[in-house]
């Protein structure tokens, strides 16, 4: 598991791109036959990719999390960025179609994967919620945006206050309608919570250019498809396809409040 530390905003002016996409981007989380693994220091949020191409996968404790199994105090989220699979839960299967969701608590000891591709989000966790799964019907469609701000999207909250409860856990997925390109628009920043966001449905050939930064020193990231991009608290998140795309956004830190944010302005961008 790959492991990297916190950062500070005063260390962008200056930064080259190999060093920006060092730090926030998660360029290779899927690889087949693997469960891929990547530890922030951000709030603690590890991101990962299981790929069960060749058989099941199970999800061992790495050690830097010094623990005798992946859930002893950690809670995990789980999205199919693939065609169907089947997530076991100490036993339990729970079956997931394309963009479906899985919560999986506190104490679970084993959890397995097969079929499909599956993106993790997991944070430290105090106590254990009951593990649960939900497709788009369950979630909470918000349609934002439109055609004319090349933005038509909707956004399905998964796991939050409202929905699947969790210790700290936020996360749901994006999905732009054809014809629309711009995510998080106007952007925003979040003092008490990290996101990551993981772009997916984007054809190979596409890429999404990232905005990261302080709103007032921005820089860019180009960004394939199942790829991640850690935003700390201090960066704005908001990008631009060259086609339509999804993506699955996390957050984990102070509070769960989704609405708790700092709008940006365009005008006030730089
Ligand atoms: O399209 C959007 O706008 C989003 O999905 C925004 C994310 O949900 C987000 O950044 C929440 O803090
Ligand atoms: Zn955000």
Redesign the pocket.
């Known amino acids: 598991m790959e492991v990297r530390h916190a950062t500070a905003p005063d260390q962008i002016p200056g930064a080259t791109t190999d060093w920006l996409r060092g730090r926030f981007l998660a360029e290779q989380l899927f690889v087949s036959g693997e469960i891929r693994l990547l530890y922030s220091h951000e709030d603690r949020i590890v991101v990962g990719g299981a790929l069960p191409e060749d058989g099941p996968l199970t999800l061992h404790s790495p050690d830097p999390l010094r623990s005798e199994y992946f859930l002893e105090r950690r809670e995990l989220g789980v999205v199919n960025v693939g065609e169907a699979g089947v997530v076991t839960v100490d036993g339990t299967p729970y079956p997931l179609a394309h963009r479906e969701c899985l919560y999986v608590g506190r104490g679970a000891r084993e959890v397995l994967f097969e079929d499909g591709a599956f993106y993790l989000v997991s944070t430290p966790a105090h106590a254990g919620f009951p593990t649960a799964r939900a497709g788009l019907e369950d979630a909470e469609p918000v349609r ?1 945006g439109g055609q004319e701000g090349s933005n038509d ?1 909707t ?1 399905y909250k998964y796991i939050h206050a409202k929905g699947i409860q969790s210790c700290q856990l936020v996360l ?1 997925v ?1 999905v732009l309608e054809p014809g629309s390109m711009w ?2 628009m106007p952007c ?1 920043t ?1 003092e008490r919570r990290t ?1 990551v966001y993981l772009y997916f449905d984007l054809p190979a050939e596409h890429r999404v250019i990232h905005l990261m930064g302080r709103p007032d020193e921005t820089r860019n990231l180009v960004i394939a498809d199942r790829q991640a991009v850690i935003s700390p608290p201090w960066s704005v ?1 908001c990008g631009f396809g060259t086609s339509n795309y999804s ?1 699955v ?1 996390a ?1 984990g830190g102070e509070n769960q409040a ?1 609405e708790d ?1 700092e709008q940006v302005a365009i005008g006030e961008m730089r």
């Open positions: 934002l999207r956004i749901g994006t995510n998080t925003h979040h996101e998140h993506f956004w957050m989704f944010m």
